[in-house]
């Protein structure tokens, strides 16, 4: 049958062909037109082809050398084996632009030593091979010596004594070598004797000879200032999230000491991941023997929304103190907000229990409306009109006067305990009042960890939640 040879192609990123391949036709007996695209893909050997698509994959996003054999199918049945280099080359952007490569039929013979000789020196990346059960360097590129140390001398020498900062990787070159699997390996730590640890992100693919796998080719790229960039700035964010995170605890009070009322308050932080928020509760006696309650929402992450909270949360206390009532204390927050001239903005809800905790008046800015539960009966939510979020520069919403039951309790909250990802708001609006309705009967610490354990139990949360959980004490 027809022998492929060796001939070179040019595919883009994703696989592409975009030259004619008239060897390549003569063996498997496609069409110009059933090669053209991805159609000569359709020649691989089934079992080849998820592993050839994930070798190329990994070198488009290393923007590495791809090399790899397989089979493509022969006119009237069988198949012959091709061996196959491709080089990556970069566009003015540095993004990969195309693949140029070569590929030789090794059916009934080993790969040729002047093509693979050729494509390392020609490489973008650092490229060596080695050769021999010992993985003795035979040759490597000026971009291979760029990542060594300097006068660091390689050829000649077995791997364990070339690399000796790295000798337990020889296992690795034998096990390229019995198994024919590339080996990749990302952001390796060398501890260079002679210089500064040094980051890799390399691979060790087989090469064939006379008598199966007679070498491992070396492909590799530096990711130190990669790594140093990243390393730097994980410890900024973990620096700016303990700042934060101690800012914000410092300003939440723990639990509140309120006449005739037991209070309990949670507030965690988003996952480890994620930034803190500006999340927000209070509550606190006014001079005219009413109690406020308050829980809000900065928009935004880090220390500024931290900062930015502390700033409302004082505003909002005198503007309460001095008796301006729901919708005066909104509307100065606003003003606040305006005057100025943040670009962010608030949810928030704001809430004077009368004296005799026998009904409340409130006002909502955008928040989620709070839960009132009674030992014995279904909970509810506290519905009245939501305006549009402080910070808007729109009219605050209109005051909601609701008549609260002996032992009523309260629940507010922030929406990262209710939204998720992946479930509908209303759902966990749902789950909350059962929640709620079930724990009630054993005060606001219970009904604050009940509802903590329930909706936030699914891994993966993104945002801060506090709670803010009051009820009329029963006295002894």
Same mark, same amino acid.
């Given at each position: 049958?027809?022998?492929?040879?060796? *001939?070179?192609?040019?595919?883009?990123?994703?696989? %592409?062909?975009?030259?004619?391949?008239?060897?390549?036709?003569?063996?498997?007996?496609?069409?110009?037109?059933?090669?053209?695209? *991805?159609?000569?893909?359709?020649?691989?050997?089934?079992?080849?082809?998820?592993?050839?698509?994930?070798?190329?994959?990994?070198?488009?996003?290393?923007?590495?050398?791809?090399?790899? !054999?397989?089979?493509?199918? %022969?006119?009237?049945?069988?198949?012959?084996?091709?061996?196959?280099?491709?080089?990556? $080359?970069?566009?003015?952007?540095? %993004?990969? &632009?195309?693949?140029?490569?070569?590929?030789?039929?090794?059916?009934?013979?080993?790969?040729?030593?002047?093509?693979?000789?050729?494509?390392?020196?020609?490489?973008?990346?650092?490229? =060596?091979?080695?050769w021999g059960p010992?993985?003795?360097?035979?040759?490597?590129? %000026?971009?291979?010596r760029d990542l @060594?140390?300097?006068?660091? #001398?390689?050829?000649?020498?077995?791997?364990?004594?070339?690399?000796?900062?790295?000798?337990?990787? !020889?296992?690795?070159?034998?096990?390229?070598?019995?198994?024919?699997? !590339? +080996?990749?390996?990302?952001?390796?730590?060398?501890?260079?004797?002679?210089?500064? &640890?040094?980051?890799?992100? *390399?691979?060790?693919?087989?090469?064939?000879?006379?008598?199966?796998?007679?070498?491992?080719?070396?492909?590799?790229?530096?990711?130190?200032?990669?790594?140093?960039?990243?390393?730097?700035?994980?410890? &900024?964010?973990?620096?700016?999230?303990?700042?934060?995170?101690?800012?914000?605890?410092?300003?939440?009070?723990?639990?509140?000491?309120?006449?005739?009322?037991?209070?309990?308050?949670?507030?965690?932080?988003?996952?480890?991941?994620?930034?803190?928020?500006?999340?927000?509760?209070?509550?606190?006696?006014?001079?005219?023997?009413?109690? /406020?309650?308050? $829980?809000?929402?900065?928009?935004?992450?880090? /220390?500024?929304?931290?900062?930015?909270?502390?700033?409302?949360?004082?505003? $909002?206390? =005198?503007?309460?103190?001095?008796?301006?009532?729901?919708?005066?204390?909104?509307?100065?927050? #606003?003003?606040? *907000?305006?005057?100025?001239? @943040?670009? #962010?903005?608030?949810?928030?809800?704001?809430?004077?229990?009368?004296?005799?905790?026998?009904?409340?008046?409130?006002?909502?800015?955008?928040?989620?409306?709070?839960?009132?539960?009674?030992?014995?009966?279904?909970?509810t939510l506290v519905?009245?009109?939501?305006?549009?979020?402080?910070?808007?520069?729109?009219?605050?919403?209109?005051?909601?006067?609701?008549?609260?039951?002996?032992?009523?309790?309260?629940?507010?909250?922030?929406?990262?305990?209710?939204?998720?990802?992946?479930?509908?708001?209303?759902?966990?609006?749902?789950?909350?009042?059962?929640?709620?309705?079930?724990?009630?009967?054993?005060?606001? =610490?219970?009904?604050?960890?009940?509802? +903590?354990?329930?909706?936030?139990? =699914?891994?993966?949360?993104?945002?801060?939640?506090?709670?803010?959980?009051?009820?009329?004490?029963?006295?002894?």
């Open positions: 049958m027809a022998d492929a040879g060796t *001939f070179t192609f040019v595919t883009r990123p994703s696989g %592409e062909l975009m030259v004619d391949l008239p060897s390549w036709r003569a063996v498997t007996g496609q069409s110009r037109d059933e090669i053209r695209d *991805f159609g000569w893909q359709e020649a691989l050997h089934p079992e080849d082809r998820e592993r050839v698509a994930e070798e190329w994959a990994t070198a488009v996003h290393d923007v590495s050398l791809f090399v790899t !054999t397989y089979r493509i199918s %022969e006119v009237g049945g069988g198949w012959r084996r091709l061996r196959v280099v491709g080089l990556p $080359v970069r566009g003015r952007e540095g %993004e990969v &632009e195309r693949f140029e490569g070569v590929a030789q039929d090794v059916t009934e013979s080993e790969l040729d030593s002047a093509l693979l000789q050729a494509v390392i020196h020609e490489a973008p990346v650092g490229l =060596a091979l080695t010992d993985h003795v360097f035979r040759l490597h590129n %000026e971009a291979y @060594l140390p300097p006068d660091r #001398e390689v050829v000649g020498l077995p791997v364990r004594e070339a690399l000796v900062e790295i000798a337990e990787i !020889t296992g690795a070159f034998d096990e390229v070598q019995r198994t024919g699997q !590339t +080996l990749r390996f990302d952001d390796f730590s060398v501890p260079w004797s002679t210089g500064p &640890e040094r980051f890799y992100r *390399f691979s060790l693919a087989p090469v064939d000879g006379p008598d199966g796998i007679g070498g491992v080719l070396i492909s590799g790229v530096e990711t130190t200032d990669e790594v140093v960039r990243r390393r730097s700035l994980e410890r &900024e964010l973990a620096e700016e999230r303990a700042v934060a995170e101690t800012l914000q605890r410092g300003l939440l009070p723990s639990a509140p000491q309120l006449p005739g009322l037991r209070a309990d308050v949670r507030y965690l932080p988003g996952g480890p991941e994620v930034q803190i928020g500006g999340d927000w509760y209070d509550a606190f006696r006014l001079p005219c023997g009413r109690t /406020a309650l308050v $829980v809000g929402d900065i928009a935004g992450r880090g /220390a500024h929304a931290a900062r930015l909270m502390s700033q409302v949360r004082a505003a $909002v206390r =005198a503007y309460a103190i001095d008796g301006h009532g729901p919708t005066g204390v909104l509307d100065r927050v #606003e003003r606040f *907000f305006a005057g100025q001239d @943040l670009a #962010e903005m608030a949810t928030l809800f704001y809430a004077e229990l009368e004296e005799d905790l026998r009904g409340m008046r409130s006002v909502c800015a955008g928040h989620p409306p709070p839960v009132l539960a009674v030992a014995g009966a279904p909970s519905r009245g009109a939501v305006g549009p979020p402080v910070g808007a520069g729109a009219p605050v919403g209109s005051a909601l006067e609701t008549a609260l039951p002996p032992e009523a309790l309260l629940l507010l909250y922030t929406d990262g305990l209710v939204e998720d990802r992946g479930r509908p708001l209303d759902v966990g609006l749902q789950r909350l009042l059962d929640v709620t309705a079930g724990a009630v009967a054993d005060g606001p =610490a219970a009904v604050c960890d009940a509802a +903590l354990a329930d909706l936030l139990a =699914a891994p993966g949360r993104h945002d801060d939640v506090a709670l803010l959980a009051v009820q009329a004490d029963a006295g002894p």
